[in-house]
């Protein structure tokens, strides 16, 4: 072979972004992950949302969120008034929530295989609807019964920074761009650190419009 024609990168695709970013010990962004399952994922969010509508809830504070909300699967979680929990119910209908569909179970399975965590069964998903301006705060996500499971987050529509900060409150936060198609993965050592998401900025998403939509995947019972 010709050694100036050999060409040591012809096949690393080096423009492409790297396919899984590496955030925590124990937390990566699986890039554009969610892509190629989103003609199917968009109509079952449809049929989800038909059935459980996106609502502000009320902290135990007394403030509204910012963040428009709605679940799936046996468990959704909800607040109010008198605290934070995952229900059976929806409480706006009564019902139980909508069944989460197979499409979201294999997705989040996938990416959390992906990611070297082997059979996460996620009983609850929730549904974040993200508005411009709408952020969410920094926070512990420490309602579910176990934190042996990971947690799995889909981000669709309108870009936003993740915050990923400590274990204390006041720990300083890394800032981590999130765009439409990715998966976050967050386990073991890293599956209480505060999290929280700036103000979604002015924009339009070719396929999702002015807003940002996340699914939040936990084994929550
Ligand atoms: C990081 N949602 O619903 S992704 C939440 O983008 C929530 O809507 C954000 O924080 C969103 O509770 C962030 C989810 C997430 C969940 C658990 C985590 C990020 C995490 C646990 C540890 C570190
Ligand atoms: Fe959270």
Known sequence: MNPITFDLFADAEPQQQPRLDRIGE????????ALPWLDQLLPALEAVLAAAPLRQMITP????M????????ALGWTTDRSGYRYTRHDPLSGKPWPKM???FFELAQAAAREAGFADFVPDSCLINRYVPGAKMSLHQDK???SYAAPIVSVSLG?????LFGGFERSDKSQRVPLLHGDIVVWGGVDRLRYHGVLPIKDGQHPR????????????AG
């Open 26 to 33: 124990q937390s990566c962004v699986l890039r554009g992950f």
């Open 61 to 64: 504070g007394g403030f509204t």
């Open 66 to 73: 910012s963040v428009a909300l709605s679940s799936c699967g």
């Open 101 to 103: 569909p197979e499409v």
């Open 143 to 145: 309602d579910e019964t």
């Open 158 to 162: 309108l870009p936003a920074m993740f």
């Open 208 to 219: 999702l419009g002015e807003q940002r939509i996340n699914f939040t995947f936990r084994t």
